[in-house]
């Protein structure tokens, strides 16, 4: 029972699911579930959290190499989550401080050292050794010039720019054709992949996620 | 045996939708009441709901009961007309399958007639004859737009003549004091030779007996203002652009002939605004330059064709509006230079002009005269500022604004301006002295005090037979002029708005002040004036010599602030205030006035009523969570109807008791018929697949690049020593691919475990850590190795995306995993854990559906599973017969597809285009 | 000296104003956390150091903070605590049962269960509010991916395989990006064909195409996205030069 219990929930839940999308009487559950999710998610929170210091205290009591680290990361967590729960999160709070100052800066240059690793990995695809690779470098090259206002001039000193502007070949071509198809296959595919795994999830067949038996 | 019931139920479930859908029958219903039109005899309403498969209802108030329903398409914009116990409904546009109008009998919805106009949108309201209805529409055939005017007899239905129709595309209709029909289309022509198109604008006079074209003018340019027709003349200002400058026209047409009376052009400079009003048949016309001018069309000369012209030498905002034989126009001036009344906060200016330390503030200070600065200067305290001193500081700042050198771009590099400054300077090339007044004034308003910006409102009224001013001097309105000027009884109404700062420093406040003035119209005196705070949303309701006005604010409640409405009512003869009604949420419906209450809908779901005498609520009938309020409120005896967002429709009682609430809402959502069939198509190719896969049919599945690769990689983890890092996206269980990569890692760990190699899981969801853990603990189990499961390898770290990076690639560059395995949903940061991981010497298996990320995995990773191979994988690895059926039914799928596709392409070749149609949910 | 560079700020903190920050000493110190913490994650692309570390571990622990603070403030709050709080009331002061709110209660025992997993012994209840969240997703995974994605991709699809204007003649060039586009998608669709060995005329051929289009389709993402992944960057560059610099320069007393 221990594992059928839990896979005729799903099948119930999954379900009423369906059955609420269309019934527009009941639309209102749909909304619902999705916000008892994100309040059982909340709940989950706490095991995330344990599993954090379970980890950073197991190490710092142990003194493994490089414990003051850990001491900073539970020093951040217990500073930020207790000052967000207990001082409230609006603006001047010492918790908007912290956000401004530490959280904001380190996210953006986090999200900025992209631009350093998508020229190693532009640089590594342009060994091209395929005529797959070929072809992702050549479009990759034909679209990063036109993006660049250098590419349109370098473009235009070519004799057949005129009657193929870089514009029409990249919006209305590379763009709006190759890429709109790529991209359309990718989504059509992995569409029924995602409906093929709900249903596989519904029947019961793949039950992975239930880990183990009893 | 379990799943056998599960399927089983499973398609009991789906045959009993199907079979729902058949009973559903005529159930189309929309999401959103919107038009609605009540017989007071019958107490019948009805009412449409909005959707692309709508229902019209009619509702018997009276006799609590949906009488019946018709499917109309696309309610928003039917055209609802009740005569003679007919109901005539007209739909804006055509959709298959559906009447496109259609007359019902009211009580009972028995339909006389119905007919399709098909492809066709109706572009013109619907003129109803004593026995005919009129309406424009436009044809659209591939490029082909066509203009028709049709008319119906109302009786049967059949269209009394050949619609008459033109090519090109519509642009207004008007009828004539006769009754027949001016079209104005804008149609195009083949140039001789040429690709291109010429497009004319043509007047075409259509008579309603015959339906034939009685006379057609073409037009030049394009309109400023659309034609009316008064007196049978037809007037309208056309525009031209000729060498850059624009040509506008006046033009008057006879209506019976099309003949032209006379054509003026504007004088350059002049530009008309809005539309005309009509006094005596004749037209009012006001210009930008705040010229009105009162025209006889029917004289060719000029001198003659001006009655009288009349020089407001201000920007008209509002009107004309004619009242009797008085013209009310409201004007705005704006002006550049400061004068003394307009410096609201003296104590700031003087503060920031005596410090002069800011960048800007010292450029004011370097141009102000030398006897302004010793004035300044002199000041010790802002007491001592006196009438003379102010003078001198408002002079010497006019100085400033006057002045060209004022503003210098280098001199404000540093300073924000404010965006009116930005947009002068962008839009205007060449500066006159006007223009650079006003641009010194906005960079003034910017650096001092922001106050001394203030447009000033003035109502004239002038005589409608002289055009001569009915008062000795305009009236100037106090703050923005806010809502339409109208006279009611003997008083004309001026609403306006304006700020007011409350408190000091840190506590200071801004409120939004609504005032309304009353007026005295026969010499401008002010007889009362009301002033709130709040913001009015709504017009205004009048009946019984009451005004009821709407405001809206922000009131705080426990800490918390809250909008919210107030209701007050206002005595016109008086000004005196009758009542106030504040209300806790907003009301989002505007106000019904009734005999002795005012109802009204609020966000929270609450149908309230106030009493018109003493302003005391009646009731508050609670429709339900948000169940907002969705149509107007008819009342019919003792009962009152509305309809709620949620579809549903409510009689009740005056005194607010729930007498009846029906639920118009369908069982089945027609709309979503697509989404419904082709679920059913995919379902029941997967489900009999997956059911023949269990019968023990073999079915081949082909390699998979990514997954044998798997292998590999963990066997080179293995000989080197070190470990294996899996991550499963950034998304939570709610996603599918996060549950297919938890599929695969139980694969995965299966395969450390049995080689003895660790394997890290950091994760980025709490669910998904807890889910791992069980996976990841089970894997273990079936390779027989529960001893080595070391639970803190699969760990949280956090659920933000960046920090949940840094610390992966803390993991990946401190313990150096040898295989890594990128399997789920990933957003930007895909390309930082692949290129990290790449420089640790890590072989990389990546598999998302994220089309946005896959480029980075593919230029990054070793091998990539890219979209459907991730969902493929966790059926190829199970080597489960059911999961390697359920491949083959996701194979056919998208052979359903493929037919689709090539069908779908090949039928809209040649313009058959019902294939979209099937699709389209909306 | 940082001193005499705080008295001198008065003089420079309308032009702050002006742009939009407040000169104050939070400012002044956290401009100056900021700055050493970017420096900090900078520093990774070099070389895992000590630096990078503690940004690291601050950043990941900080987050989680941050994470818990939010969900308890913009989810528990309103929607477990306010949700059952209405529910309550209405039941008290009118005595309907209103389930969309009260039904939270029932979240709320979830989200108890999952705790459970804490407890050894009843380790298995935590499985029923997983299952819950499964449930949903896949439910949801089925017809909204059916509405969203299939119809409307396919629908999209649908063009005319000949163009032509009003005048009836045929315009060539959106006549061959259709038929390209058609057979893009429909070549990358058989890509994706698992039953079937990529080979052959028919398989072979098109999953050949398929291919082809897919990595067309990424080089044009990929080449798509790099300019705006350097404006990031760029982004970055600017936080020293519009507010670190001027907190610099307050710092210090550097007068313009």
């Known amino acids: 029972m221990r594992r059928e219990i839990p896979m005729a929930i799903t099948t119930i839940t999954g379900v009423i699911m369906i059955v609420v999308f269309f019934v527009p009487m009941w639309g209102h559950w749909s909304d619902i579930f999705l916000k008892w999710f994100t309040v059982i998610a909340g709940f989950a929170l706490v095991l995330g959290a344990g599993s954090l210091l379970l980890v950073n205290l197991n190490k710092i009591s142990r003194k493994a190499s490089g414990w003051g680290y850990n001491v900073i990361l539970i020093l951040g967590l217990f500073v930020m989550a207790g000052l967000g729960i207990f001082q409230g999160i609006k603006p001047g709070t010492p918790y908007d401080f912290i956000f401004r100052y530490i959280f904001t800066p380190l996210s953006a240059t986090m999200f900025s050292l992209l631009a350093f690793y998508i020229a190693s990995a532009a640089f590594r695809a342009f060994k091209a050794k395929s005529p797959e690779a070929a072809l992702l470098l050549i479009t990759a090259f034909v679209v990063m010039i036109g993006r660049v206002p250098i590419g349109e001039v370098m473009w235009n000193w070519l004799p057949w720019a005129k009657a193929l502007p870089l514009t029409t070949i990249i919006e209305d071509w590379v763009m709006g054709c190759f890429n709109t198809a790529g991209q359309r296959a990718i989504m059509l595919g992995a569409s029924i992949g995602i409906i093929s795994t709900s249903l596989k999830i519904l029947l019961g067949i793949e039950r992975s996620y239930l880990g183990g038996g009893e | 045996m379990v799943n056998k019931r599960k399927y089983r139920f499973l398609l009991t479930t789906m045959i009993v939708l199907a079979i729902s859908i058949l009973c559903a029958g005529k159930a189309f ?23 692309k498969f709508a229902r019209v209802f009619g509702i018997s108030i009276l006799n609590k009961k949906v009488l019946w329903q018709v499917g109309m398409p696309q309610s928003r914009g039917i055209d609802i007309h009740i005569e003679d116990e007919k109901v005539y409904l007209v739909s804006p546009e055509d959709v298959r399958f559906q009447k496109t109008m259609r007359a019902v009998n009211i009580a009972t919805g028995e339909t006389y007639w119905a007919n399709r106009l098909k492809k066709n949108k109706r572009r013109t309201k619907v003129y109803y004859d004593d026995n005919t209805l009129y309406f424009a529409t436009e044809e659209k055939y591939r490029d082909i737009i066509k203009v028709k005017l049709y008319a119906f007899d109302k009786e049967t239905g059949k269209t009394r003549w050949t619609p008459y129709w033109i090519r090109g595309t519509f642009k207004e209709m008007l009828r004539t004091e006769t009754g027949d029909f001016i079209l104005i289309v804008l149609a195009s022509q083949k140039t001789e030779g040429g690709k291109d198109l010429k497009h004319t ?60 009376l006379s054509t003026h052009e504007i004088p350059e400079g002049e530009k008309p605004l809005g539309d005309a009003i009509f006094y005596q048949g004749k037209p009012i016309i006001t210009m930008e330059s705040g010229k009105v001018f009162y025209i006889d069309g029917t004289k060719t000369d000029i001198s003659e064709m001006v009655l009288w012209e009349k020089n407001l030498d201000s920007l008209p905002v509002f009107g004309p509006k004619i009242i009797e034989n008085l013209v009310l126009v409201a004007t705005m001036k704006t002006n550049y230079l400061i004068s003394i009344d307009e410096i609201v906060e003296w104590e700031g200016l003087l503060s920031q002009l005596k410090e002069h330390n800011t960048p800007a503030t010292s450029r004011i200070w370097e141009l102000l005269d030398e006897n302004t600065r010793s004035v300044i200067d002199g000041i010790t305290s802002p007491e001592e500022l006196n009438e003379n001193s102010r003078l001198t500081i408002i002079e010497g700042l006019n100085g400033i604004i ?40 906005c960079l003034m308003e910017s650096i001092l005090v922001r106050e001394i910006s203030q447009n000033r409102y003035y109502i004239h009224a002038l005589d409608a037979s002289t055009g001569k001013s009915l008062w000795e001097k305009p009236y100037m309105v106090e703050g923005t002029l806010e809502l339409p000027v109208f006279i009611e009884g003997d008083r004309l109404i001026v609403g306006s708005r304006s700020k007011k700062e409350e408190g000091e420093g840190k506590n200071k406040t801004t409120k939004q002040m609504f005032r309304i003035v009353a007026l005295d119209p026969a010499n401008a005196r002010e007889m009362w004036k009301q002033e709130q705070e709040g913001k009015l949303e709504n017009p205004l309701s009048i009946k019984d010599q009451m005004l009821y006005v709407m405001l809206y604010r922000k009131v705080e409640e426990n800490d918390v602030v809250k909008p919210a409405h107030l209701l007050i009512a206002i005595n016109i003869g008086d000004g005196t205030e009758r009542w106030t009604y504040a209300t806790k949420t907003v009301i989002n419906t505007k106000l019904y006035v009734d005999e002795d209450s005012v109802d009204f809908g609020t966000k929270a779901g609450f149908a309230t009523s106030v009493g018109l005498v003493d302003g005391k609520n009646i009731y508050k009938f609670f429709a339900g969570i948000n169940n907002e309020m969705d149509s107007s409120i008819v009342t019919v005896q003792n009962l009152l109807g509305f309809a709620t967002q949620d579809g549903k429709y409510f009689i009740l009682t005056k005194q607010g008791k729930k007498v009846k609430a029906f639920n118009l809402k369908p069982w089945f959502a027609l709309w979503k018929l697509p989404i419904f069939i082709g679920c059913l198509l995919l379902s029941s190719a997967l489900s009999w697949y997956i059911y023949h896969a269990r019968k023990g049919k073999k079915m081949f599945i082909r390699r998979i690049a990514g997954l044998t690769a798997i292998d590999e990689a963990v066997g080179r983890a293995t000989e080197m020593g070190k470990p294996v890092l899996y991550i499963t996206g950034l998304a939570d269980v709610d996603d599918i691919q996060t549950l297919a990569s938890l599929s695969i890692m139980g694969h995965i760990a299966q395969k450390t475990a049995e080689y003895d190699t660790p394997i890290i899981v950091p994760c980025c969801r709490s669910v998904v850590m807890s889910t791992a853990q069980e996976v990841v603990k089970e894997s273990y189990l079936k390779a027989g190795r ?69 480029p980075f995995f593919v230029a990054a990773c070793d091998y990539t599973l890219i979209g459907e191979e991730l969902f493929a994988a966790s059926a190829y690895l199970s080597k489960d017969p059911q999961q390697i059926g359920s491949l083959k039914g996701q194979d056919i799928a998208k052979a359903i597809m493929l037919a689709v596709i090539i069908i779908g392409c090949i039928l809209l070749t040649f313009d058959i285009d019902w294939m979209k149609l099937l699709l389209s949910t909306q | 000296m940082i001193l005499a560079g705080l008295s001198n700020l008065s003089g420079i903190s309308t032009l702050a104003m002006a742009i939009g920050q407040q000169i104050t000493m939070k400012h002044i110190v956290g401009t100056w956390i900021a700055a050493f913490l970017t420096i900090c994650i900078f520093s990774f692309l070099y070389d895992d150091n000590p630096l990078y570390k503690f940004a690291e571990h601050l950043f990941v622990g900080v987050s989680a903070g941050y994470i818990i603070a939010t969900t308890y403030r913009n989810v528990m709050v309103p929607n477990l605590y306010g949700n059952i709080k209405t529910g309550v009331m209405i039941l008290v002061k009118t005595g309907s049962f209103q389930w969309q709110y009260l039904s939270f209660i029932l979240a709320g025992v979830m989200g108890i269960m999952l705790l459970m997993k804490l407890v050894p012994k009843f380790n298995w209840i935590a499985r029923w509010p997983l299952s819950f969240m499964v449930g949903t997703a896949s439910g949801l995974g089925i017809v909204f991916t059916m509405e969203a994605l299939v119809l409307k991709q396919v629908d999209a699809t649908l063009v005319p395989l000949l163009v032509r204007t009003a005048s009836n003649s045929i315009q060539w060039s959106s006549t061959v990006q259709n038929w390209f586009m058609v057979l893009g998608v429909c070549s990358g669709l058989i890509y994706f064909y698992f039953s079937k060995e990529h080979k052959g005329l028919f398989f072979g051929t098109f999953s050949r195409i398929g291919i082809y289009v897919l990595m067309m389709a990424f080089g044009a993402a990929f080449g798509y996205t790099v300019m705006a992944r350097v404006s990031l960057l760029i982004g970055r560059m600017l936080f020293f030069r519009d507010q670190w610099w001027p907190v610099f320069k307050a710092t210090f007393g550097i007068e313009g």
């Open chain 2, 201 to 260: 604008v043509k007047s075409i006079k259509i008579d309603k007996n015959t339906g034939l074209e009685v006379w057609e003018r073409p037009i030049e340019g394009s309109f400023v203002s659309f034609p009316k027709e008064n007196s049978g003349v037809i007037y309208f200002i056309t525009q031209k652009i000729i060498d850059n400058v624009q040509k506008m026209t006046f033009q008057a047409i006879n209506a019976e002939d099309g003949s032209v």
């Open chain 2, 786 to 854: 529960p001893d080595t499961y070391r639970k803190e390898n699969i760990h949280y770290l956090t659920d933000d995306q960046f920090g949940y990076v840094a610390g992966v690639d803390g993991i990946m560059v401190r313990e150096k995993p040898a295989a890594n395995f990128y399997l789920g949903k990933f957003y930007a940061e895909s390309l930082i854990l692949a290129e990290t991981g790449h420089s640790t010497g890590a072989i990389q298996i990546a598999g998302t559906a994220e089309a946005a990320q896959l």
């Open chain 2, 29 to 51: 219903a929309g999401r959103n009441w919107s038009e609605q039109a009540f017989d007071k005899q019958t107490g019948i309403t009805v009412i449409g709901a909005e959707n």
């Open chain 2, 402 to 441: 006057s002045n060209k050198e004022f503003y210098a771009r280098e001199s404000f590099k540093e300073v924000k301006l404010a965006n009116e400054v930005n947009t002068l300077l962008n839009r205007f090339s060449k500066l006159d002295e006007n223009k650079i007044q006003r641009l010194n004034r």
